[in-house]
């Protein structure tokens, strides 16, 4: 990944994204999942985002929510440690 030119204040949020762990992750048997940012997407969606779907590439074996950061990661992928 390359770094922005740090004369700019993405720079700071591009080091930020390098060193803080997903704020929540969630192991998952399928490679497209539906992210709506309340956990079960039964919730009151006015608490969440809108609905994304995500695609887990299989060679990297996770998937980050642009909305929430939120990580799924495949069950038995190269990303899996638990």
């Known amino acids: 990944m390359r770094r922005p030119d740090c004369g700019r204040p993405s720079c700071l949020l591009w080091a930020r994204s390098m060193t803080q762990p997903a704020p929540e992750t969630i192991r998952t048997p399928k490679t497209r999942i539906a992210c709506d940012g309340t956990g079960d997407g039964l919730a009151d969606a ?31 992928g190269i990303a899996d440690k638990g």
Do not use: M, N, Q, S
């Open 46 to 76: 006015a608490l969440g985002h809108p609905r994304v779907w995500l695609e887990i590439d299989t060679d990297e074996g996770f998937a980050d929510c642009g909305y929430c950061d939120r990580r799924f990661i495949l069950i038995g």
